[in-house]
């Protein structure tokens, strides 16, 4: 076995898990503040990236200007689908909340090619996706530069809502909130704010995922799927952890990439696409909480 490539594939699937763990974080703020798992985070990725292209291309504004207005839309479309849509299902079922996510969903999706077009786009941010001269002319490693620089981004957004929810005020109410609402309420924390915040930070992340996913892969519907990668992502890592979701991003991106090279060709190739959601269902069979998450015992 060629070392140099076993590391290339390497480090290429640990990048790629640090985008999943992005994406995977805004399942886990919605979770952790609400319970409810938010089905529409695909759609709200697919939203931003065709937003901001479509501001670029039908406007002719500059990328620059066009990423803080989107910033802004994304803001206030969480906001609104905390205000309109969920404020009002306080207290509800949880099944209740999440087909009204996957209301959301088809709705999201339905608007953002009603505003912008179904056709696909091409997104282009000022990062080159070039190998790194240096790893490639010392040790034969071909990383794409757009791929570290992604990752960095990711990691450096990641990092910063950890310490955000953990070492702020507003990480203290969050945790409170998220372990029992009515005793949150109880002692004056206000839920409904909370919420929007929660809300509205899910709102940025997608447009953070959904700008760097769609310069990757262009910008087209398929990136609702982006989405559905993320499960995997949560089940190992736990719906309600900020380092779980960091963890199993690293965990799923490594181990497909590594499957696709090493056990592909034994099986016809094209496992790519389905080994991490096998290796999250054997996880589940032996720790259903996954990694970080919080075990729960039922009484009967």
């Known amino acids: 076995m060629n070392i ?10 640990l990048l790629s898990g640090v985008m999943y763990a992005l ?3 805004g399942f886990v703020l919605i979770y ?13 990725v697919f939203f931003a990236a065709l937003t901001c292209v479509g501001l670029t291309e039908q406007f002719g504004l500059s990328l620059w200007l066009a990423i803080p207005l989107t910033m802004l839309v994304m803001v206030a479309l969480g906001l609104a689908i905390e205000r309109i849509v969920l404020r009002p299902l306080v207290n509800q079922p949880e099944i209740t909340l999440f087909m009204a996510t996957i209301g959301l969903t088809f709705f999201i999706e339905g608007l953002a090619q009603l505003l912008w077009g179904s056709q696909p786009h091409q997104l282009k941010l000022p990062i080159e996706d070039v190998p790194i001269e240096w790893l490639l002319e010392k040790y034969n490693i071909i990383v794409s530069q757009f791929d570290v ?7 450096l957004l990641v990092t910063g809502l950890a310490l955000l929810f953990s070492k702020t005020k507003i990480g203290r109410a969050l945790r409170a909130v998220a372990d ?5 309420l109880a002692v004056g924390i206000p839920l409904q704010q909370i919420w929007g915040i929660v809300w509205a930070v899910a709102g940025f992340v997608a447009l953070v995922a959904g700008l760097l996913w769609g310069a990757r892969n262009g910008v087209q519907f398929a990136l609702t799927f982006v989405a559905l990668k993320a499960l995997p992502v949560l089940i190992l890592g736990g719906f309600t952890s900020v380092p779980g979701a960091i963890v199993g991003g690293l965990i799923i991106g490594a181990s497909e990439k590594l499957a ?12 790519e696409g389905w080994f991490p959601y096998v290796l999250a269902l054997l996880f589940l069979l032996v720790r259903p909480e996954g990694l970080f998450g919080e075990k729960i015992i039922r009484r009967i």
């Open 32 to 44: 952790k503040a609400s319970g409810v798992f938010n089905f529409a985070q695909g759609a709200m």
């Open 4 to 13: 140099n490539f076993f590391f290339e594939v390497l480090i290429g699937g």
């Open 180 to 184: 029992d609402h009515q005793a949150a």
């Open 23 to 25: 994406v995977a974080l």
């Open 149 to 155: 620089i992604a990752a960095l981004i990711c990691a």
């Open 260 to 271: 696709e090279v090493y056990i592909g060709p034994l099986v016809g190739g094209g496992i």
